[in-house]
């Protein structure tokens, strides 16, 4: 079976083809989504007619997604207009076929669940770091989704209480705040202002004080690491995101991990994401598989 497989991202819309597995004809386009959310559909749609002979439609998309109607729950201002869109009643009335939408980190965990990572482990939890943080939790092969499909909104998690003011900021205070990419590089730019990525931060961790914005971040890391696997117990934790292909982030999490959970929680196994920019892709298709009902007649 031939399946159209986007993931679209605030940066750019990832596409290709996937069938039996496995992926092809992947291309790259800027999403260009200050336009909004209408002009990203419409840049979705322009992409998908370059493809041919497909039998279905799998997106992984930015956003709180409600799977069961394809609809973008709530966005942020990345994708100005993009709450509301729904994705697979225009996808559907525009193509025919049937169409499947997943979050892009609930994406993300169904492929490492079923290609990568996560393939040794009915249960995990995913964790990726970019410009924000996001999450997803795996139960039994599938994605937990919460009573309003918004589960693994790890970046909301409180860990700095004395920062908090959700009146002026939702995420103050916020996991998502101190261990984002972003945080990391907004305090490496403290020292040196030509560090604006995690490339060239990770080029020189070899200075001292560099390292020691390196590890006070990967402590942050460490916080919200800490109380999921307190609450959840998982077997595995997977963390994905550009930045975690650096050993020594996994490295460090590792060695300081196990002094700072119960010794009953000490089995839990870190593992970076094996499929990098290809994990949506995957996931999106996986979700695609079982989308057998055109809905929109």
């Known amino acids: 079976m031939k399946i159209a497989v986007l993931d679209i991202g605030g940066t750019s819309i990832k596409a290709g083809t996937y069938e039996n597995g496995s992926l092809r004809d992947c291309r790259e386009f800027a999403t260009d989504a200050y336009l909004g959310g209408e002009s990203v559909m419409r840049k979705a749609i322009g992409i998908l007619k370059g493809c041919c002979g497909f039998e279905r439609i799998g997106i992984s998309t930015a956003g709180q997604v409600d799977s069961s109607a394809g609809v973008i729950r709530f966005a942020n201002s990345n994708i100005p207009g993009y709450t509301g869109t729904r994705i697979r009643d225009i996808m559907e009335k525009e193509f025919r076929v049937p169409v499947a939408v997943e979050n892009d980190v609930n994406a993300a965990a169904l492929g490492e669940a079923a ?94 004080q560099i390292r020691e914005t390196v590890d006070s971040w990967i402590d942050e890391i460490l916080y919200g690491l800490i109380t999921l696997i307190h609450i959840f117990n998982p077997p595995c934790v997977i963390l994905g995101g550009g930045v975690m292909s650096q050993t020594y982030i996994i490295e460090e999490i590792r060695k300081k991990l196990g002094k700072q959970i119960m010794p009953s929680f000490r089995d839990v196994v870190i593992l970076p994401a094996q499929l990098k920019n290809t994990a949506g892709l995957l996931g999106a298709g996986k979700c695609a598989e079982g989308a057998d009902t055109l809905h929109g007649k």
Do not use: W
């Open 115 to 208: 290609f990568g990572a996560g393939q040794s482990f009915r249960d995990f939890l995913m964790l990726t770091y970019g410009t924000g943080v996001g999450g997803a939790v795996v139960m039994d092969g599938g994605i937990y989704t919460g009573g309003s499909f918004s589960a693994g909104e790890v970046g909301g998690m409180v860990v700095h209480g004395g920062q908090r003011d959700a009146e002026a900021d939702i995420f103050s205070g916020c996991y998502e705040r101190y261990a984002s990419v972003t945080a990391l590089v907004n305090a490496a730019g403290k020292l040196d202002a030509s560090l604006t990525d995690g490339r060239h931060i990770f080029a020189r961790i070899g200075e001292p």
